[in-house]
């Protein structure tokens, strides 16, 4: 007879196949998507799913659909987003994740975030990839390239964005293709567009900030359009591009200008303090003041004689360096009288120069010199 305390006998059932855990998940520019690494190693055999494979799945919101894959014997997979530049522009941000796939049990093992930073950073990953490949040439070769720049008027100095568009519209894919701007006031290089691999039907943007050189004069700049494709695919664009441009005024100088003489111990007659004689070392001061609104930069000034021989200038060059508005400073020159006595007067020229603008200003310096 069983007691109250009696046990019963209860039938156990088989465990099923461990599901792994993950590691790590990390996005990867290399692989171009996510790569996962899981604990321990895996295998194939009767320990996951007999007669299968284990199996990894990626999906979530921001994927058309869901991506597959087997982990390597070290427990190592990555789910390639996409391949070009075009297709990653075609992911939207959202969250994704990872299920192990286990004797047909599904098992969320981890999850992860897509945003827009790293999708714009695997699409630069998989530009630079594009760039490198060659391909093999084939008819049917086409594109279509559109250019403009972002603002379409920029003051001389600033930054303008040249934007491109390339599409591929043949039937085979497109390798290496760019296209590039060049002419007077942008600096040579620097605005090309490399678009790289195209596949047929894909279109890409891309973005040039090129600076519109500071001494451009001209009130507009005619960019010649120059494209090209590895395979000598047949494109279709401008040949140029047309920016309008708001000249930089100079900056507005004035100088100040004094003179001390070093007449070597010779008497001045009364009334004469201010004329010279031929043999003084005059010492030249000149006070820059910058009154306007564009800064003087890499500022030099320079004395010189309009008249050969009627002065000797020992120091006549003076580095001024950046001047913004309101700022001043200070130039020194020293020269000697050469002019013959009762020649009346000397003059002498003082020349402000901008290292991207040349000269900005002018002042005439008229030396007196003694009758006899």
């Not at 005619?222 to 279709?236: F, M, N, R, Y």
């Given at each position: 007879?069983?007691?109250?305390?009696?046990?019963?006998?209860?039938?156990?059932?088989?465990?099923g196949p461990a599901v792994p855990s993950?590691?790590?998940?990390?996005?990867?520019?290399?692989?171009?998507?996510?790569?996962?690494?899981?604990?321990?190693?895996?295998?194939?055999?009767?320990?996951?799913?007999?007669?299968?494979?284990?199996?990894?799945?990626?999906?979530?919101?921001?994927?058309?659909?869901?991506?597959?894959?087997?982990?390597?014997?070290?427990?190592?997979?990555?789910?390639?987003?996409?391949?070009?530049?075009?297709?990653?522009?075609?992911?939207?941000?959202?969250?994704?994740?990872?299920?192990?796939?286990?004797?047909?049990?599904?098992?969320?093992?981890?999850?992860?975030?897509?945003?827009?930073?790293?999708?714009?950073?695997?699409?630069?990953?998989?530009?630079?990839?594009?760039?490198?490949?060659?391909?093999?040439?084939?008819?049917?070769?086409?594109?279509?390239?559109?250019?403009?720049?972002?603002?379409?008027?920029?003051?001389?100095?600033?930054?303008?964005?040249?934007?491109?568009?390339?599409?591929?519209?043949?039937?085979?894919?497109?390798?290496?293709?760019?296209?590039?701007?060049?002419?007077?006031?942008?600096?040579?290089?620097?605005?090309?567009?490399?678009?790289?691999?195209?596949?047929?039907?894909?279109?890409?943007?891309?973005?040039?900030?090129?600076?519109?050189?500071?001494?451009?004069?001209?009130?507009?700049?005619?960019?010649?359009?120059?494209?090209?494709?590895?395979?000598?695919?047949?494109?279709?664009?401008?040949?140029?591009?047309?920016?309008?441009?708001?000249?930089?005024?100079?900056?507005?100088?004035?100088?100040?200008?004094?003179?001390?003489?070093?007449?070597?111990?010779?008497?001045?007659?009364?009334?004469?303090?201010?004329?010279?004689?031929?043999?003084?070392?005059?010492?030249?001061?000149?006070?820059?003041?910058?009154?306007?609104?564009?800064?003087?930069?890499?500022?030099?000034?320079?004395?010189?004689?309009?008249?050969?021989?009627?002065?000797s200038v020992r120091v006549g060059r003076?580095?001024?360096?950046?001047?913004?508005?309101?700022?001043?400073?200070?130039?020194?020159?020293?020269?000697?009288?050469?002019?013959?006595?009762?020649?009346?007067?000397?003059?002498?020229?003082?020349?402000?120069?901008?290292?991207?603008?040349?000269?900005?200003?002018?002042?005439?310096?008229?030396?007196?010199?003694?009758?006899?």
């Amino acid at each position: 007879m069983l007691g109250v305390g009696g046990c019963a006998s209860t039938e156990r059932v088989p465990a099923g196949p461990a599901v792994p855990s993950v590691i790590s998940a990390i996005w990867s520019e290399e692989s171009g998507g996510l790569c996962v690494t899981l604990s321990g190693t895996v295998s194939a055999g009767p320990s996951l799913l007999p007669g299968g494979e284990f199996e990894l799945r990626l999906s979530g919101p921001s994927l058309e659909q869901p991506i597959f894959r087997v982990p390597n014997a070290r427990g190592r997979t990555c789910f390639e987003l996409a391949r070009t530049p075009a297709e990653f522009g075609g992911l939207r941000p959202g969250p994704v994740s990872v299920d192990a796939m286990v004797a047909g049990r599904i098992t969320q093992i981890a999850s992860a975030r897509l945003d827009e930073p790293t999708i714009r950073r695997l699409a630069a990953a998989a530009l630079e990839r594009g760039r490198q490949r060659t391909g093999a040439p084939g008819p049917g070769g086409t594109a279509e390239i559109s250019l403009r720049t972002v603002p379409d008027r920029v003051a001389a100095g600033e930054t303008v964005r040249i934007v491109g568009t390339a599409t591929n519209t043949g039937d085979r894919p497109l390798y290496r293709l760019s296209a590039a701007v060049v002419g007077q006031g942008v600096p040579a290089g620097e605005a090309t567009l490399d678009f790289g691999w195209l596949q047929p039907g894909e279109t890409i943007e891309l973005t040039q900030t090129v600076r519109v050189e500071r001494g451009h004069r001209a009130d507009s700049i005619e960019l010649d359009v120059q494209t090209a494709e590895l395979h000598g695919a047949a494109i279709a664009a401008a040949e140029t591009v047309r920016l309008a441009v708001q000249p930089l005024p100079p900056a507005a100088i004035r100088t100040e200008v004094t003179v001390t003489p070093d007449r070597h111990g010779r008497a001045v007659r009364e009334g004469r303090e201010d004329t010279f004689r031929p043999g003084d070392d005059l010492h030249m001061v000149v006070e820059v003041t910058n009154f306007g609104d564009t800064d003087l930069l890499g500022g030099v000034a320079e004395l010189r004689s309009p008249e050969p021989g009627n002065a000797s200038v020992r120091v006549g060059r003076a580095v001024l360096g950046n001047l913004p508005p309101g700022g001043s400073t200070r130039a020194h020159f020293w020269f000697i009288v050469r002019a013959p006595l009762g020649s009346a007067r000397m003059p002498m020229l003082v020349e402000i120069s901008d290292t991207d603008l040349g000269v900005v200003h002018e002042q005439a310096v008229v030396i007196e010199i003694d009758e006899d």
